[in-house]
């Protein structure tokens, strides 16, 4: 049976995307793959009146299964209004989705948002397959976010050995030939916690941390003026806080050389066109860290609950810390 997105007091990404271009902000895009995660966002999002989109990977199908993944987001409305966000805007989003047929499914299944990921294919075929997915996705007004250059690092399936920056001459091309709503491009994010070699990296001299090369905001400019106004998406943009890596690592973990994404480099990315931000591993480092502190301190617990509940004021904290202080997305969905 065919659901609608819209019966799941959901929205797609169309008036989202402009007004926060126009506004010159960008759109929180979390995953979620369980309960206390998606509270967290849900909480975080409704006390900061912030837009949202929730993405769920092919990881967090195989993991928590599609269709308790879907009801969750129909829940997550209704947990929405419950405190007292009278519209919520919230999202659905299928994360780097592989095939015509899995973008299809979810299309039918109730997602008010697809992304198609031909970015590994060669270019006519990215265009071919990207054009077949916004041609189904549009007849029932769903959006479609489409890639065009490589990232570097491993989401899930989806992995890459080098980083391809997007070619800014392609893109006028590639969005009129697919009519895709949004692209995500290639400018040195990547995915994970490892984001970059200490190689890569150069190091503070006084902290004595690694600090990353930074993002190619030429690329993004050069992209930003061939489409004036159109909306561009950053995935692998999580920022692997060193305090959460720190806490991890005293407290048994071994995360060596975790680094991301600094947050200013972020912050600027968000006042420019790109208007969706993907963050995915900070919430993972958050949770763990929490549950990591937790047991050390408590080792004679053992009810999930115990430890899920900082772990999920943990997230939250990150959540809302994200909304304000780097995407600039609060109160723009009142
Ligand atoms: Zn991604």
Known sequence: MKVSFTDLGLVNTREMFAKAVKGGYAIPAFNFNNMEQLQAIIQACTETKSPVILQVSK???????????????QGAVEYAKELGWKKPQIVLHLDHGDSYEVCKSCVDFGFSSVMIDGSHLPYEENVALTKKVVKYAHKHDVTVEA?????????DEVSSEVSHYTKPEEVIDFVKKTGCDSLAIS????????KFTPEQCTRDEETG???????????????????????????????????????????????PN?????????????????????????????????????????PGHFDPRQYLKPAREEMKKMYVHKIINVLGS?????
């Open 59 to 73: 990881g967090a199908r195989n993991y928590a299964n599609q269709t308790l993944l879907r009801y969750m987001a």
């Open 147 to 155: 890639e065009l250059g490589v990232l570097a690092g491993v989401e």
């Open 187 to 194: 400018i040195g994010t990547s995915h994970g916690a490892y």
């Open 209 to 255: 941390r690694l600090v990353p090369p930074p993002l190619a905001f030429d690329i993004l400019k050069a992209i930003e003026k061939k489409l004036p106004g159109f909306p561009i998406v950053l995935h692998g943009s999580s920022s692997v806080p060193q305090e959460y890596v720190d806490i991890i690592n005293a407290n048994g973990g071994k995360l």
């Open 258 to 298: 975790a680094v991301g994404i600094p947050e200013e480099q972020l912050r600027k990315a968000a006042k420019s066109a790109v208007c969706k931000i993907n963050i995915d591993s900070d919430s993972r480092l958050a949770m763990t860290a929490a549950v990591r502190k937790h047991f050390a301190d408590n």
């Open 330 to 334: 609060q109160n723009k969905a009142r």
